[in-house]
């Protein structure tokens, strides 16, 4: 009896011993587990962290293409309103030289219609204050007084109508009712070459 409560005592202290063994195991394992459970936490927090900063660069990276689209959107509708304005620039450019052309031969040619007014006025004044001198009224040179002679003979200016010797009438012009040049006496002579330089 007494051998056999020792055996069973035996056998009670070594389960008791295989117990402590296996708890210790245990706790060792559930230690081991929350290490596990704590490295994993914090490799998920970092994969977190990653995929959050990786999400933001991915937003501004699309942000950025985003911008630079419309940016080149932008300058692609400046470069075409920069070359309209170009276009219209040159049709203008065009346009004032053709009216400026235009207003230069509109110039010559009231310039020269003004000349022509002129040289009208001139042919209708002379036609009306001119009066061709009749040649036996008229004995002396309307300008230097001589007297005529056979030798000295008299010259009527086309332009006057007066007469005149050969020395104050040897000057010829060309008039307003005469394109080929014709006698004129000296005084006309001057006024028409003083009237050609104030209109040129």
């Known amino acids: 009896m007494p051998s056999s409560l020792c055996c069973r005592l035996e056998e009670v202290r070594i389960q008791k011993e295989a117990a402590k063994e296996t708890a210790a195991q245990l706790s060792h394992k559930i230690s081991n587990g929350e290490l596990k459970s704590s490295s994993l936490e914090s490799d998920l927090r970092i994969e977190r962290e990653w995929r959050q900063a990786l999400q933001e660069a991915l937003d501004q990276d699309r942000a950025q293409r985003e911008k630079q689209i419309k940016l080149g959107q932008d300058y692609a509708k400046l470069k075409e309103s920069h070359a309209d304005l170009q276009r219209s620039h040159e049709a203008l450019k065009r346009t004032i030289a053709e009216q400026e052309l235009t207003m230069e031969e509109l110039g010559a040619q009231l310039s020269h219609s ?43 200016c086309r332009h006057c109508g007066n007469i005149f010797c050969s020395v104050c009438s040897q000057n010829t012009m060309p008039l307003p009712s005469s394109a080929k040049p014709v006698r004129v006496c000296d005084g006309c002579h001057l006024a028409l070459l003083e009237r050609c330089a104030s209109t040129d």
Do not use: G
């Not at 002379?126 to 056979?150: G, M, N, Y």
């Open 114 to 156: 003004k000349l022509k007014v002129a040289d009208l006025k001139d042919v209708s004044r002379s036609l009306k204050e001119a009066q061709w001198a009749p040649d036996k009224e008229v004995t002396h040179c309307r300008s230097c007084e001589k007297e005529f002679s056979i030798s000295r003979r008299r010259h009527h």
